[in-house]
């Protein structure tokens, strides 16, 4: 069946099976391969995709359920050339080891800092919590994200 | 002459950003999942539902009947003996416990692989699992230590044991030690049966090229030249007409790399069949299938003099290596044995690691491979030892403790020898990076709080130490080639796991050709680019790697000397070479871009058999409520002296990473069977790993103090040290603060349940 929607700003139509989930169908319908799929069944948090504003994890979504929805994933928050002012706190602070794990953690924290450019480090670690990362200790990346709220911040200011 | 290969050394030592981070945060990072190739097949594996069994029946035409599924192979697909996976480190008795590539007859553990199925997605040859019938005969499954060692069922028939090998490890006289002995400590300890739980689950490609009989297998990681020369002799072809490509790779902790029976099995059918296969493991499937790790338990003592010197340490190691011996089953095992004195002096050792099979995943290594068990079970005993002499616990270690005077330092002798038998510490004070924690942690202004009910949470720390070793042999070689616009192409043996390689291979090279960073490109870990090449285990990336790297950029240096001197016409000496250029006493010069024309290709490498000895202490102040049993780790600060520091951020990063896994050690993960040998734990919702709301606080210092002698560089291991400390660290501090209730954990994890319980049965007899 044919569901159409948007992905990083641009229409696309995808030809998918009923059972076809939205990672699967990014990753290898429309070779977005940033997002990353470690478990399958929700609690990693490396498949995290922006629908509609909301980080969710498109291991848990089926494609048909995107239907009209705005996605946004790792590639779609990345600028041409060039890091964005979250990917360079990850990078300043090297809040990334493997990377595996790194798609789903910009993501997530891209929601929650548009969201919330104000958010604590309490706040942070606790949405933080749901994304699973083996290297890093998660330390760094905390760090990293309070880093870039600034820039979300400016972002914020300047609309 | 000025010299031209002495570094400037503006990247070693530094605080550099990683140059890998770029393509990992816009996404555009290559894991194996992220390619395929036209026609390809995707495969599935059809795993034993039973720990142990016979195997009666298997029945694939209901598979094959199902659109879109191409093939079911099993062991009648392989004609006469099975293959099994060859040991790495090989030993006279282990022979006959080696893992078929495939279950012919018996099954021994639950995952085991029975049959592959093919089809044209990796949803089709999933569904198509289901349909394949076969039929086991339950056997008994042996599960646990003590019935495994009484031998009452054999898991391999036709031995008499399911003790494949005892690793002694022996040193002076150890009957005097305990024969003059103030004071001796038994006890038995545990520690659980874990994975190394990657990110991004495994998975291979492999592509078979009839025209050329050419295979080629993507996905490989640490230890790619391994793997490829075992893949040639199991598949019959030569060396040459295997090529393993190394992609980006998410985690392996010790775990990935390894040659596992799905390995074979996809080259087979891609083969048999002509045709591009791929497989990805799922999260489920890893849990069962990739190396388990950690299982392990000892009765052992430690003899003091009266003053709290050691005498000896004498006792028994029991690690569960499950159902087969894998390629490095037996290194935790021996390592347990080897290191277990840790960064004590201790003249008279006498350990028996027994290891045992059982119907259980078949171990490997996870970071840190024994050495964490034996450093969990050695400062409990000191922590014990130091209540029953009265002696304070940090005295009674600063007594113990190595100085950089004994340096080299034997550890005791391992045999049956697996190529290591004898080793020593390199170099070294174990003393500093112990006292850089008692000052770092502010133990004099927190000692008052060891034991104390604060608003409900007993308070307790402890301090305790560990070696790592590191620079696993025996040689690493790199290439390097400067390209026709000045780059340096750099192309190492050594392969990447997340560790930042590109990064500190590029900071070194850098440095000794006096070049900036961004002149040098770093390619690493296939086969294709150099014919020999080694890998990344072991902790041996940095120092193997960078010191081949050093010798290739002392090589393209004299080289350039050679071609910018043909060039003006002088004697190679006459020249001073700085920053890439090459310069005349009278003015002239030539960039070394110039000379890119004339083909200038060197190899670099580095041989040692003398493994570096990193080591350091670690701290840990935590809240225990007795009520929930649940533990806060309130501060953690570990110190590490890594012999010389490349990049201090990746190191800091390793180190902290290290020690969080630690944490998950300690408390959270853990691989539980049922009594039937099923593994309950199907799920990330079952093995839990720290999350980023458990452990915010880690405090890491890295000390240079003393380089090792073993190399140019002076660098040391330094990818597990961090992991090492935190079972016995933490256990003593949860002692501590539970010491008013005579509390003494000695099995882990320390989850909530089972400290609640310690509580309460404390309570309860007191
Ligand atoms: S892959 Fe979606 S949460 Fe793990
Ligand atoms: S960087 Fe490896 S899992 Fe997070």
Redesign the interface.
Known sequence: MKVDFEVNGRAVSVDVTP?MTLADCL??ELN??????????G??G?CTVIVNGDAVRSCLMLAVQAKGAEVT???GL?LEEG?TPL?EA???H?G????????GM?TTLHALLSEEPEASEERI??V??G????????????EAAMDARAAYQQARGDK | MKSSTHPQNTYIGGHV??V????????????L??I?RPGQWHAAFLRSSLAHGTIRKIDASAALAMPGVHAVMTAADIEGNIPTIPFRRPNPTIGPYAQPIIAREKVRYFGEPIAMVLADTA?LAEDALQHVVVEIDALPAVIERVHAMSDAVLIFEDTKTNIPTVFNAEKGDIEAAFAGAHYVIRDQFATQRQTA?????RGLLAEWDAQLGQLTVSGAAKLPFFNRTTMANMMNLPEEAVDYIEL????G?GARGEFYPEDYLLALGARKFNRPIKWIE??REHLMAIGHSREASCDVELAFSKEGVILGMRGDLYINIGAYVRPNGMTPVRNAAQFMSGPYRIPAIDLDAHAFVSNKTPAGTYRGPGRYEGCFFIERLMDQAAGALGIDRLELRRRNLLTHEEMPYPLATVLPSDGRAETQCDSGDHREPFETVVKESNWAEKAHLQGQLIDGRYHGMAIGSFIEGGASGPQENVRMQLEADGIVSLYAGSSA????LETVLAQIAADYLELPMERIRVFHGSTTYLKQGWGSYGSRATVMGGNAVIDAAKKLLGEFRLHAAKRLGLAPEELTITEGVARAADGRSVPLVEVAKDGINVDGFFKNQTPTYTYGSAFAHVAVDPGTGHIEILDYVVADDVGRIINS??L???V??????GFGSVFSEELVYNDEGQLLVG???DYL????????V?RCISLENYPSPTNPLGAKGAGEGGIIPVGGVVANAVANALSSLGVQPKILPLSPSRVWELIEDARARA
Not at chain 1, 33 to 40: A, D, N, P, R, V
Not at chain 2, 20 to 31: A, I, K, N, P, V
Not at chain 2, 656 to 661: C, I, W
């Open positions: 059972r990753r290898h977005l391969t940033g997002t990353h799929i470690g478990c399958e069944h609690v990693c490396a994933t790792v590639e990345s890091l990917q990850f990078k300043r090297h990334l080891q493997c990377g595996f794990c790194t798609p910009l670690r606790d933080i919590s994304n699973l990362c083996r290297c890093t200790g998660y330390i760094p990346i905390i | 950003e990683r890998e981070d770029y393509r990992f945060l816009r996404g555009e990072g290559q894991y999942d992220d395929s949803e739980l990657p990110m991004e689950t980006d790779v998410g985690g902790f799922d999260r796991i997340g560790q930042g951020m990746t800091h990063g390793q902290m990473g290290a020690a969080v896994q799920s990330l919702a790993i720290p999350l980023a709301t458990d452990y915010p880690v």
